[in-house]
Nanobody
Framework: QVQLVESGGGLVQAGGSLRLSCAASGRTFSSYAIGWFRQAPGKEREFVAAIKWSGGSTYYADSVKGRFTISRDRAKNTVYLQMNSLKPEDTAVYYC????????????????WGQGTQVTVSS
């Protein structure tokens, strides 16, 4: 199994920044990529960004391109999500997850999930 722990969420004003962290442990060698998803109240969980452990290729949802940056520290088995120019519509619980294959932009591609961290952006 792969264990994932998110941190870094909080309350921020519109236009502000936050950096989320996702620390992975356990059978991390079985993880192909780490993705970030978010879920707002009453809405489905949606893809935000993903990064492959090997090579570092990155993927972003159109809604966050140019504002969010995903990165990884392989030595620490940690993935970061730098979120800038935050908007009220970014308010959600953010989850990181471990992908088992190259399908990294949809939830079925992931088999381990963290418990989530709340991000609230006030207007």
């Amino acid at each position: 199994q792969v264990q994932l722990v998110e941190s870094g969420g909080g309350l921020v004003q519109a236009g502000g920044s936050l950096r989320l962290s996702c620390a992975a442990s356990g059978r991390t060698f079985s993880s192909y990529a780490i993705g970030w998803f978010r879920q707002a109240p009453g809405k489905e969980r949606e893809f935000v960004a993903a990064i492959k452990w090997s090579g570092g290729s990155t993927y972003y949802a159109d809604s966050v391109k140019g504002r969010f940056t995903i990165s990884r520290d392989r030595a620490k088995n940690t993935v970061y999500l730098q979120m800038n120019s935050l908007k009220p519509e970014d308010t959600a619980v953010y989850y990181c997850a471990s992908a088992r294959s190259y399908v990294v932009t949809t939830t079925p591609g992931y088999d381990y999930w963290g418990q989530g961290t709340q991000v609230t952006v006030s207007s």
